[in-house]
């Protein structure tokens, strides 16, 4: 099946502009970037007018439509799926929260089952394990009766059965068994976070040069900044050879934080996700989060401690937000919710930008001033 987007501005991941292309697609994948292509028996998208994106790639959100990843069955993440699609997240990784063992194994079965590619719906990359390996001091929402050392041999039994890849696991690790940890993790290809920790400077550095990638969500569940303690947030920040995680919700981080924090990190290693919960893209009333009980009011997602259980959050609304906070372009925005975070999980080739070889996966907007989504097309087939 061939598809011709024609007449649109296309983003170029690597210029950071729009530029004027046709783009083809066939069976999916984008094969042609081109001035006025012709292409017979191609169904023909007219563009005209409208701004080309790829499609938005979250790699920490533990679910939306009324459903979390961790209490699944496979028609509820197709309809999860259909539901990121339609708010402009094509690809993702499914985040598992803290849980018991038993359930944890039957969410990676049911996530392993649906991570094909339907066209007009999401793609589930892979597995994102937030849960059990958290320092108990910086827990957040997660129960903690749910939490659990750190145990390279059970680690290993968990990335056995999440394959293939990619993974992604986030844990505390500058606890007992750290740097064991990260080596069993990174030696099974998967990539590591560091989250909910009470890491100093010093422990924060070393975890980078043991392997860590990347750091979720920055400043939340992490040690408040001190003048003589600058803690795992100042590492994050400072780390450039690491990706950086942001919850741009208006809740979770004070856009002046978000302001300085993309003055502090390289373009390339800033990532917006959504650490959405269940309460995504439905109205406010009581969910849950990893079995546990969560409020939503007025969009924001608090468990009945009062804490921060998730957010309620678009990934296309960050990107908004983002824009807002920070004074920046779309055009200097858009990387942090799609080449970034597919860079960071090595799926570059098949995601994240508008190029040869990547799946068709596109947002259409007509105002990039005020961005809104006008359609979504994944593998090419409308949402």
């Not at 893209?281 to 009945?304: F, M, Q, W």
Request: aromatic fraction near 6%; glycine fraction near 8%; charge should be negative.
């Amino acid at each position: 099946m061939k598809v011709l987007f024609s007449g649109g501005a296309v983003y170029s991941t690597a210029n950071r502009q729009f530029e004027m292309a046709d783009i083809l697609a066939e069976d999916g994948v984008i094969t042609k970037i081109a001035a006025h292509i012709s292409a017979d028996g191609a169904e023909v998208v007219d563009c005209t007018g409208k701004y080309i994106l790829p499609g938005l790639v979250d790699v920490h959100t533990h679910g939306r439509a009324g459903f979390d990843f961790n209490e699944i069955d496979e028609a509820a993440v197709m309809t999860m799926r259909q539901s990121y699609a339609k708010a402009g997240t094509t690809t993702l990784m499914a985040t598992l929260a803290s849980a018991e063992p038993e359930s944890l194994d039957n969410s990676i079965k049911v996530i392993n089952a649906q991570r094909d590619i339907k066209p007009g719906t999401a793609t589930i990359a892979g597995i994102h394990l937030e849960g059990r390996y958290l320092n108990p001091g910086r827990r957040g929402a997660h129960a903690p009766q749910l939490l659990a050392p750190l145990d390279p041999v059970e680690l290993k039994s968990y990335l056995d059965k999440m394959m293939p890849l990619p993974i992604h696991v986030s844990a505390a690790v500058e606890m007992e068994n750290g740097d064991a940890f990260i080596k069993c993790a990174c030696g099974c290809g998967a990539t590591v976070a560091m989250v909910h920790s009470d890491a100093t400077y010093e422990q924060t550095r070393h975890a980078v040069e043991m392997g860590v990638r990347s750091f979720s969500h920055t400043f939340n569940a992490m040690k408040p900044v001190h003048h003589r303690e600058p803690g795992n947030a100042v590492g994050s920040l400072l780390s450039d050879e690491c990706w950086s995680e942001f919850i741009c919700d208006g809740e979770h981080l004070n856009p002046a934080i978000v302001k300085m924090a993309a003055r502090c990190k390289p373009a390339d290693k800033f990532m917006l996700v959504t650490d959405s919960m269940a309460a995504a893209g439905c109205s406010d009333g009581n969910y849950s989060i990893a079995g546990l009980p969560v409020i939503v009011k007025n969009g924001r997602a608090v468990n009945e401690e009062g804490a921060l259980a998730g957010s309620t959050l678009d990934l296309f609304k960050a990107i908004t937000n983002t824009m807002a906070f920070c004074g920046l372009p779309l055009e200097e925005v858009i990387p942090f919710a799609t080449s970034n975070p597919a860079a960071m999980l090595g799926i570059s080739d098949v995601c994240g930008q508008i190029r040869l070889g990547c799946r068709a996966d596109f947002i259409l907007i007509e105002d990039k001033e005020n961005p809104a989504i006008a359609s979504v097309w994944c593998s090419a087939v409308r949402v």
